[in-house]
């Protein structure tokens, strides 16, 4: 009985033994393809990381850029007003009343020379009354205009160009702190995604010492 | 060597004769070509250029204008053939001209806005006080008509005058029953033609005449050119503007030559003969601008809003003014004078500086050949 057996166990240890390793090595076969996959994974994840990187990089460069240049046309604008445009919108108000008072002036000279003209003519006629009549509501009219453009003058001289400052310097105000937020929120972004590139270089190499190591 | 000069100086002026001559012989041509097609151009009625299709041919004058401008084209051919010398086909025609000038229904305001009747009347008026004149007229018993027919037309003429003192052809300003907007030189036209009509002895309203004149004067600017319009302050144009010189040239002819006659019967006015000389220098000086004027077809579309149609009505004017001058003064002016009219004419003999309508060759041959015969007046009295 025991002769019987002792072939049947041979052969069976000798076929186990054989399994073994023929499982050994094909388990060691598909760890080592693992392996290969997990760094080739990692490896296009970190150039992908790097390459958001450079585009975030660039981007950030061309939104400073514009916030700067924004910043910059909001100083001229508030340095131009406070230089010239300041005193020179005056200046064009009184411009403007000069020829409403120029065009009053000669509205009145003109109705005085017509109603000569037709006096001394003595062509008496509907007509004259008629373009006589016309010529004083011109004249009414061209007073409400100077009254206008005085009126114009008091108006920026009161409010429009406190007004005005008021808006200039809120535009420096809003273009400076839109550079200093933009600048914190650049850092923030890329401290974030170089922590990113930092894991995956560090998984990276932990995978090609294990790789090595087999 | 004295010979030689001699002979030399009597060359030049052989050679001078003949240019003379020349320049003549070409005023006579133009004068008996523009003739003969006015007279082909004479309908039976005796008037001249009746646009019958108006609607047709005119984008804004309705029959009325048409007929203001044929009357008035009538007027302007009577003339050129009554300033001629006296011949039997002549008299003929501009007597049914005038015939039909005096008989025709008196021309009415075309619209609210336009007032062309009074072209109408002013050179009914001049050619009226013109066949007063005329021996043919004189002599066929017509005479008591034409000043009836003038007085007429003068009455008329009055209630046109602008309260601005002048004449002009369109009311739109107010379109008042009396127009307001006046014009140099349709005032120009109608005061030549009031005295005219008072030189005849005619019933004148002499404070209307007055006035017309003053107005003229009012008009005349600096530099003895006039403004188009009757403006309550006269101003000159810089640049290309119409009231200068360059601008002005045609109505400095006609208000020069209203103010001079006004002076010679008496009135005070700023135009003797030496104004007028100037006024000729100016116009031959800057000839070019009527020169680019003519022919084009907008209104006061050329350089200093020259207009075509001031070529000729500007020239029939000089020509006048050369007959007033002294022989060797007018001679001075008479060969650029016949240039500038006969390199106009047409193989038909007709002349035109604007196309308007029907009228347009008749009224340029009419002035074009009565401004030559004054003008060769001028330089063989």
């Not at chain 1, 000279?109 to 373009?131: C, F, G, P, S």
């Not at chain 2, 010398?85 to 021309?107: G, Q, W």
């Not at chain 2, 305001?109 to 009347?121: C, E, H, K």
């Not at chain 2, 120009?188 to 030189?199: D, R, S, W």
């Amino acid at each position: 009985m025991l002769t019987s057996r002792v072939p049947f166990f041979y052969i069976f240890i000798s076929y186990s033994n054989s399994m073994r390793l023929t499982l050994t090595l094909l388990l060691t076969c598909f760890g080592n393809l693992l392996l290969a996959q997990e760094v080739e994974d990692t490896s296009k994840e970190l150039r992908l990381a790097e390459l958001r990187m450079t585009s975030l990089l660039a981007m950030q460069d061309l939104e400073s850029h514009d916030a700067k240049d924004s910043l910059a046309a909001a100083e001229y604008d508030l340095n131009l007003f406070t230089s010239f445009a300041k005193v020179n919108t005056e200046k064009s108000l009184r411009l403007d009343l000069l020829l409403e008072q120029d065009a009053l002036s000669d509205a009145t000279e003109e109705l005085e020379q017509l109603k000569i003209m037709y006096d001394n003519n003595n062509l008496a006629d509907v007509t004259a009354q008629m373009v006589l009549k016309r010529a004083e509501r011109n004249l009414a009219r061209q007073m409400i205009s100077v009254e206008l453009a005085k009126s114009e003058i008091d108006k920026w001289l009161q409010f429009g160009q406190f007004r005005e400052q008021q808006m200039l310097n809120n535009a420096v105000t809003s273009a400076k702190l839109n550079l200093t937020s933009l600048q914190a929120e650049h850092t923030s972004s890329r401290v974030e995604l170089s922590a990113e590139i930092d894991d995956l270089k560090a998984y990276l190499a932990e995978l090609r010492a294990e790789s090595s190591d087999e | 060597m004295n010979s030689l000069l001699i002979a030399a100086l009597l060359s030049l002026a052989s050679q001078q004769t003949s240019t003379e001559a020349q320049t003549l012989l070409d005023c006579e041509r133009a004068i008996e070509r523009g003739t003969t097609f006015l007279l082909g151009s004479q309908q039976e009625n005796g008037g001249f250029s009746l646009n019958k299709n108006p609607v047709i041919y005119d984008v804004w004058a309705n029959v009325e204008t048409n007929r203001s401008w044929h009357m008035a084209t009538t007027a302007i051919a009577a003339m050129a053939l009554m300033v001629q010398p006296a011949d039997k086909i002549r008299n003929t025609r501009f007597a049914h001209a005038i015939d039909y000038l005096c008989k025709s229904e008196m021309v009415k305001r075309p619209d609210d806005w336009d007032t062309d009747n009074t072209w109408a009347y002013v050179y009914s008026l001049c050619a009226l006080t013109q066949a007063a004149r005329n021996d043919f007229i004189k002599s066929s018993r017509r005479s008591k008509v034409v000043e009836s027919r003038a007085q007429q037309i003068m009455n008329e003429l009055y209630k046109y005058q602008s309260p601005m003192g002048g004449w002009a052809y369109y009311a739109d300003e107010t379109k008042a029953r009396t127009p307001n907007w006046a014009t140099s030189f349709q005032t120009a036209v109608a005061v030549l033609g009031l005295l005219e009509a008072k030189q005849l002895g005619w019933a004148v309203d002499e404070h209307r005449l007055q006035v017309a004149i003053n107005t003229i004067i009012h008009c005349r600017l600096p530099d003895g050119s006039y403004t188009y319009s009757v403006d309550v302050i006269p101003q000159l144009d810089a640049g290309v503007g119409i009231n200068n010189v360059k601008g002005s040239l045609a109505r400095i002819q006609s208000c020069n030559l209203a103010l001079y006659k006004a002076k010679q019967m008496g009135y005070s006015t700023p135009i003797g003969k030496d104004e007028l000389v100037v006024g000729l220098q100016q116009l031959f000086t800057n000839h070019h601008y009527l020169d680019i004027a003519r022919g084009r077809p907008l209104p006061h579309e050329a350089y200093h809003a020259n207009s075509g149609y001031f070529y000729f009505f500007g020239h029939y004017y000089a020509g006048q003014i050369l007959e007033l001058l002294p022989v060797a003064e007018a001679k001075q002016f008479f060969p650029a004078y016949v240039d500038s009219i006969v390199k106009t004419q047409h193989g038909d003999g007709s002349m035109l500086d604007y196309f308007m309508g029907a009228t347009g060759k008749e009224y340029g041959a009419a002035f074009g050949v009565a401004g030559l015969v004054h003008a060769k007046n001028g330089v063989t009295r």
